[in-house]
C-alpha cells in the first residue's frame, strides 16, 4: 500500500536508552484547572485545604472535559488564576507538599461492569491524549458510530522524544492489557499496534508477545514524519481515509497513544488516575539528557535543574518536540497532563523570511496534499472561499511546509492562522 508524503529528519532520539528516573518531589505544585481540550475545571478545594495523592481537586459538569486530581499530599496555599500556554485563563491550585505522599481514600479500583461503566471509570481518571493532543479519552472511546478498529499510535514521529519508547520498553504488559481492555469494553475485533521502524526491539518484543493473538496486529511503519498523525497512522495502517469533517470514528476507527493505553488500563487495576508524566529532556543545555517521570504541577525549571540544565545559557525552550511543540514563555510553567518533552537549546536563530520562490516542496511533502504557497495567498486577503476550497481545515500543523521551504516561510503558522477564519459548524 502506499504511503503518504513525509519528511525525513535526524531523529536524535539520544535519550532512548535512559531508563525512566524519578524526579524527586518539589516543595510545591501548581496545578492548573485546564490541560486538555474543552471545559476547564473549577477547583473543589480552598485555601487551608489538606489533600491527598489522587484525590479529586478539580471537577466540570461539562461532559468534553476531564477532571483534575492532586499529585501530591499536602496543603493548599492558594487558588488563583493562570493563563495557559494557548492564552486561556483558568484557576490554578498551589499545594505545599508535605513529602509523605500519602494517597486519598478515593483511590480504589473501579467497578466495570458494562460499556458505560467503563466509558465513566476512564472519564474519571482524567485521562487524555498523552501524545500532546489533550483530547479527552472518554470521549473518543464512545463514539456515536460502529468501530472494528482500534490502533495505537506507537510512532512517536517527532525528533528527540523517546518517552512513548520507554514505556514500550518498561511496561510492554500493560500496553497489551489495555489493548485487550479496550477491544473487550468497546466490542472491537482488531487491534493494529503501529510502531516506526527506527525501534526495533519493541517491534520484536511485541511481535513475540503478540504471536498466539490474531486479533492484535504488529505493523512496523516507516520511519518518516509525520508518521505518528492521526490521519496519516490510520490511512498507513488500514487504507481509510478521514475525509474533511470526519472524526477517525467516522471510518471505524479509534487511534489511542501508546502511553494513554498502558495508563488505562493501570488505572483499571489500582485506581490511580493521572498524577504523573513522563518526560524527555534533551537539547544542548541539558547537561544530563534523561527520561524523568514527574509529578503533575512540578515546573519545568524543577525538571530542567534535575537534568543538571544550564539554565543561564538557555535561549529556547520547547515544550514538546521541536516540529509541533511550543515555545516556552517562563520556565517556571507547570508540567501537565500533555507534557511529554523538553527541549532546552543554547543557541536560536530566527531564519530571515523571503519571497515564495514558487518551487512547490511545501505541496510535495504535505501528507495530505494541501497547497501552503496558495492558503498563504488566500489568507493575506482573508479569501474564505478560497482557503475552503484548498482545504485549509484538513492542515493538522505538523510544520513539514515550513521545515523544507528555502524562503524560510512561516507556513505551517499561516495554515493554523487560516484555519480559524472558517466558521465552525
Do not use: W
Not at 479569501?383 to 516561510?409: F, H, W
Amino acid at each position: 500500500m502506499k504511503k503518504l508524503n513525509g519528511i525525513r529528519l535526524s531523529h536524535r532520539k539520544n535519550t532512548e536508552n535512559c531508563a525512566t528516573v524519578e524526579l524527586p518531589l518539589p516543595a510545591r505544585v501548581r496545578i492548573p484547572m485546564s490541560m486538555t481540550m474543552g471545559a476547564p475545571c473549577q477547583p473543589l478545594v480552598k485555601v487551608g485545604d489538606e489533600v491527598k495523592v489522587g484525590q479529586k481537586i478539580g471537577s466540570a459538569e461539562a461532559a468534553f472535559s476531564a477532571p483534575v486530581h492532586s499529585s501530591v499530599s499536602g496543603k493548599v496555599t492558594a487558588v488563583g488564576d493562570y493563563r495557559t500556554a494557548m492564552g486561556a485563563v483558568c484557576k490554578i491550585v498551589e499545594i505545599e507538599t508535605d513529602g509523605l505522599q500519602t494517597v486519598s481514600d478515593e483511590v480504589k479500583p473501579p467497578v466495570i461492569t458494562d460499556k458505560a461503566s467503563f466509558i465513566q471509570a476512564v472519564k474519571e481518571s482524567g485521562v487524555c491524549g498523552l501524545g500532546g493532543a489533550g483530547f479527552p479519552t472518554h470521549i473518543k472511546l464512545n463514539p456515536k458510530t460502529p468501530i472494528d478498529t482500534l490502533i495505537i499510535n506507537a510512532a512517536e514521529c517527532e525528533p528527540y522524544i523517546t518517552a512513548d519508547y520507554r514505556e514500550m520498553l518498561e511496561a510492554p504488559e500493560d500496553i497489551i492489557g489495555g489493548i485487550n481492555l479496550v477491544k473487550q469494553q468497546l466490542g472491537i475485533k482488531t487491534a493494529k499496534l503501529a510502531i516506526e521502524a527506527n525501534k526495533p526491539e519493541a517491534i520484536r518484543n511485541f511481535t513475540e508477545m503478540a504471536a498466539n493473538d490474531d486479533t492484535i496486529d504488529i505493523i512496523t511503519l516507516p520511519s518518516s514524519y509525520p508518521q505518528g498523525a492521526e490521519k496519516v497512522i490510520i490511512y498507513n495502517s488500514t487504507g481509510r481515509i478521514v475525509k474533511e469533517g470526519e472524526l477517525p470514528s467516522d471510518e471505524g476507527v479509534i487511534v489511542l497513544n501508546v502511553s494513554t493505553c498502558a495508563f488505562i488500563y493501570r488505572y483499571i487495576q489500582t485506581g490511580m488516575p493521572l498524577v504523573t508524566r513522563r518526560l524527555t529532556v534533551d537539547g544542548n543545555a541539558v547537561g544530563e539528557p534523561k527520561n524523568v517521570r514527574a509529578v503533575i504541577g512540578a515546573t519545568f525549571r524543577d525538571v530542567l535543574e534535575f537534568c543538571k540544565t544550564d539554565i543561564e545559557a538557555l535561549k529556547k525552550l520547547i515544550a514538546g518536540g521541536p516540529m509541533m511543540g511550543m515555545s516556552v514563555p517562563d520556565i517556571d510553567m507547570p508540567v501537565v497532563k500533555t507534557s511529554n518533552a523538553l527541549i532546552a537549546a543554547k543557541n536560536f536563530d530566527e531564519r530571515r523570511t523571503s519571497a515564495c520562490i514558487r518551487c512547490g516542496r511545501c505541496v510535495r511533502v504535505c501528507p495530505l496534499g494541501l497547497m501552503p504557497a496558495e492558503i498563504d495567498k488566500a489568507y493575506k486577503i482573508r479569501n474564505i472561499d478560497e482557503l475552503r476550497q484548498l482545504k485549509v481545515t484538513l492542515c493538522m500543523n505538523c510544520g513539514s511546509c515550513t521545515y523544507v521551504c528555502p524562503a524560510n516561510r512561516k507556513l505551517a503558522e499561516t495554515n493554523q492562522l487560516a484555519k480559524m477564519l472558517i466558521p465552525r459548524k
